[in-house]
């Protein structure tokens, strides 16, 4: 109603005050008013310690500012993450740092600098490469998965503080460009300024968008990478084909020639054969000496042959050895010594309980072990003896898992195993995948009255790998689930927009928009606010992976030479996000654009 006075809505910076008391909703009646007396008597004196502290804290928050608070919470939280070396409260604590800095800052300084400044500092702090990190800040141990969420959230954050109050440099870059078509110049002028105008809902926008591609990039970058480690050249360990033999009915080398020979297949084509036997995970009993629980892991032993037909390198080694040979001499020399995998090194903090995991004083630094020693038992004789660990096997073999033993000191503790592998080296090794898949097809007929399978080495990486990007794959649609409700909502926002701008888009057509020009501006609206968050997003999501591939600690010492980035992958998502968020404001745009000019201004 015109002429009259607005409604008076209570200040922001109006004193909190105490609330004894809050209903719960009615549906009707004084009846229910008097059932739900006692529910609210329960509910408001439950709530009183949690009303009490937030009454506090917007009451200090009123006195002095939610910057001081932010700060003085940070600070506590830095000294936490300093004293305890935990990265997690440290990167929290100087998160809220910055966060109060800004609020405070901004008070005296233009709020532009304040919050570029913090933004800018704490993208740098999270983009450091890690080897940088650990020289410049104190030591704050490793930190687990949170820590993907905690750098997510905040890179996604203050990138997107950082394009909100800088918006003017976005504006001119848009308007270079659109000065290429004078034509269309003032609908992409329009198109930025009014999302970047309001800084609150688009910058909420952006960082939906930003935060999903951070993720899926994240997650497909650190998955190629794993699968380039996991599928190179020695990631078979020197052998072709593996024979899974019956425990029952064992195969030995010596027999597998017979057999071939007796079917006509030519044995001429075997470079050497070796075998692994041992204890399958569910059987074994390792732990660490001075603790009382038995843990479990697979524990194998290598024959002689194995060893010296194989290709097995090593990550990491006890000083007191001069190269990986002198490893693998006190192995067949029969010393109670033993190599594992780089993965029994790991952080224990995830994943089964009931997995070994090597002591916390045992490391890797640049190929260096600190030895540690590892008791094993027999289940079914309870015989115990103590080994000494030598070696850490490099990750890119990646069909060895567990504990590795010589025959000698495994057939000590062991009387008998529970599997047993053959492994055949070909002539042409690392050669046609198809030569030795058709070999293991000729080794496993010959064989079959012992039921004794075999398989390509390297069909079996591949299916392993197939496995786990299956897996991420499914991840993948999950959060890609996310950035369809991110694009669907940018729709909807698209459609409410069209029916509150009436006027606005009757003073663009009065002032000369004809209607190509309004839906053009309002088509790139969205895809200006997706392209940020989509840009952004995959960005910080390609940073941070480098800097977690080359992290020792992320990769449990693992060398990955050459950093691969699924440009096709990352394409996609840009594209889809970008097509997408166009198509879903198509029909609002057209909307726009059919706005009757007269209708528009009459519009309230």
């Known amino acids: 109603i015109r002429d009259l006075p607005d409604e008076a809505t209570p200040s922001a910076r109006s004193r909190p005050r105490w609330g004894w008391w809050n209903r719960l909703p009615r549906v009707a009646g004084k009846l229910t008013a008097v059932l739900m007396f006692p529910l609210e008597a329960i509910w408001n004196i439950l709530l009183i310690p949690v009303k009490l502290i937030v009454w506090i804290v917007r009451l ?22 300093t004293t305890n070396k935990s990265v997690f409260f440290f990167s929290v604590g100087l ?38 990190q650990s020289a410049i800040l104190p030591d704050l141990g490793t930190g687990g998965f949170e820590m993907f969420f905690v750098s997510g959230l905040s890179m996604v954050a203050f990138s997107t503080l950082l394009i909100m109050w800088n918006a003017e440099i976005i504006i001119a870059v848009f308007s270079a460009v659109g000065r290429l078509s004078s034509r ?21 926008t952006v960082a939906m968008f930003a935060m999903v591609i951070f993720s899926l990039v994240t997650l497909t970058t650190i998955n190629a990478n794993f699968i380039s480690l996991f599928t190179t050249d020695e990631a078979d360990a020197g052998y072709d084909i593996s024979v899974i033999t019956n425990p029952s009915n ?55 042959s194995f060893m010296q037909n194989g290709e097995i390198p090593l990550q990491a080694r006890d000083p007191q050895y001069a190269d990986d040979a002198a490893v693998f001499a006190a192995l067949q020399s029969g010393e109670p ?35 540690f020693s590892i008791e094993v038992q027999s289940p079914t004789t309870g015989e115990m003896m103590q080994v000494k660990v030598i070696g850490v096997v490099d990750q890119k073999v990646s069909m060895f898992f567990g504990l590795y033993l010589s025959t000698e000191t495994f057939n000590s503790v062991f009387p008998s195993y529970s599997f047993s592998t053959l492994f055949v080296r070909l002539q042409d090794h690392g050669g046609d995948a198809a030569v030795s898949e058709a070999y293991a097809k000729q080794i496993e007929s010959s064989l079959l009255t012992s039921g004794a399978q075999a398989d390509s080495i390297i069909a079996l990486i591949e299916e392993q790998q197939s496995f786990f990007t299956g897996f991420f794959r499914l991840l993948q649609g999950f959060m890609g689930l996310g950035l ?6 940018l729709g909807v926002v698209s459609f409410r927009s069209v029916v509150e701008r009436r006027q606005q888009i009757g003073m663009l057509r009065a002032i000369g928009y004809r209607r190509n020009m309004v839906a053009l501006s309002f088509l790139l609206e969205s895809v200006v606010v997706a392209m940020l968050g989509v840009v952004s997003g995959m960005v ?22 050459n950093f ?41």
């Open 337 to 371: 010594v033993a190599i594992v995998d780089a993965f029994a090194l790991a952080d224990d903090s995830f994943g089964d309980p009931s997995i070994y995991y090597a002591p916390s004083e045992a490391d890797m630094v640049d190929g260096v072990l600190t030895p």
């Open 540 to 561: 910080l999501a390609l940073v941070l992976s480098y800097n977690l591939i080359n992290s020792e600690d992320f990769t449990d010492g693992a060398e990955i030479t």
């Open 95 to 132: 998160t809220l740092l910055s966060v109060g800095g800004s609020l405070i800052f901004g008070k005296y300084i233009p709020k532009r600098i304040a919050y570029s400044f913090f933004s800018i500092l704490m993208l740098t702090y999270w983009m450091l490469p890690y080897d940088w």
């Open 484 to 489: 369809f409700v991110g694009i669907a909502a």
């Open 250 to 304: 064992p195969v030995n080398a010596s027999q597998l020639i017979s057999s071939l020979e007796a079917n006509n297949v030519d044995t001429s084509q075997i470079a050497g054969i070796g075998e692994i036997y041992g204890i399958t995970f569910d059987n074994s009993q390792v732990r660490n000496p001075g603790t009382e629980e038995w843990k479990r892991y697979p524990i194998s032993a290598m024959d002689e």
């Open 564 to 604: 691969v980035i699924p440009w096709s992958t990352v394409i996609i998502f840009l594209v889809l996000s970008l097509v997408s968020a166009a198509l879903m404001t198509w029909f609002p745009a057209k909307r726009a654009a059919s706005v009757p000019i007269a209708e528009a201004l009459r519009y309230e």
């Open 60 to 81: 200090v928050a009123y006195a002095i500012g939610w910057g001081p608070i932010a700060v003085a919470l940070g600070a506590v939280l830095v000294l936490l993450g």
């Open 184 to 204: 269309w110049l003032p609908a992409i002028k329009t198109a930025v300024a009014y999302p970047l105008a309001a800084r609150g809902r688009t910058g909420l």
